[in-house]
């Protein structure tokens, strides 16, 4: 099976930036420590600071929905959707292969 990458777009509202911010990094480290977790990280907007990005990694849709159950995730997603201008955006992608470069791999 494909590795599964999840993009997630996040906008804060006005004047919640950084109670937003505090809340995405608070589930980094915790990612991390899962065994199934293969890349996590959260990027800031460089023109629009309100705006994040969460890039994600996983081996399979099963180990997405184990992330997806564990405790730092359930807390996130009862308390994101007070700090957010607009419905979280979140998408699932496989990687289309072509060729042997390394490079294609993350």
Same mark, same amino acid.
């Given at each position: 099976?494909? !590795?599964?990458?999840?993009?997630?777009? +996040?906008?804060?509202?006005?004047?919640?930036?950084?109670? $937003? *911010? #505090?809340? &995405?990094?608070?589930?980094?480290?915790?990612?991390?420590?899962?065994?199934?977790?293969?890349?996590?990280?959260?990027?800031?907007?460089? !023109?629009?600071?309100?705006?994040?990005? +969460?890039?994600?990694?996983?081996?399979?849709?099963?180990? $997405? *929905? #184990?992330? &997806?159950?564990?405790?730092?995730?359930?807390?996130?997603?009862?308390?994101?959707?007070?700090?957010?201008?607009?419905?979280?955006?979140?998408?699932?992608?496989?990687?289309?292969?072509?060729?042997?470069?390394?490079?294609?791999?993350?």
């Amino acid at each position: 099976m494909s !590795v599964v990458t999840v993009v997630g777009r +996040a906008t804060a509202k006005p004047g919640r930036r950084d109670d $937003l *911010e #505090r809340l &995405l990094r608070s589930v980094i480290v915790p990612t991390h420590a899962e065994e199934e977790c293969l890349h996590y990280s959260i990027h800031q907007g460089d !023109v629009d600071p309100d705006s994040f990005v +969460a890039v994600e990694q996983w081996p399979s849709q099963e180990a $997405l *929905e #184990r992330h &997806l159950g564990t405790p730092h995730l359930k807390q996130l997603a009862e308390l994101v959707d007070e700090l957010l201008l607009e419905p979280l955006d979140l998408r699932t992608f496989v990687q289309l292969r072509e060729g042997d470069s390394a490079k294609g791999e993350l």
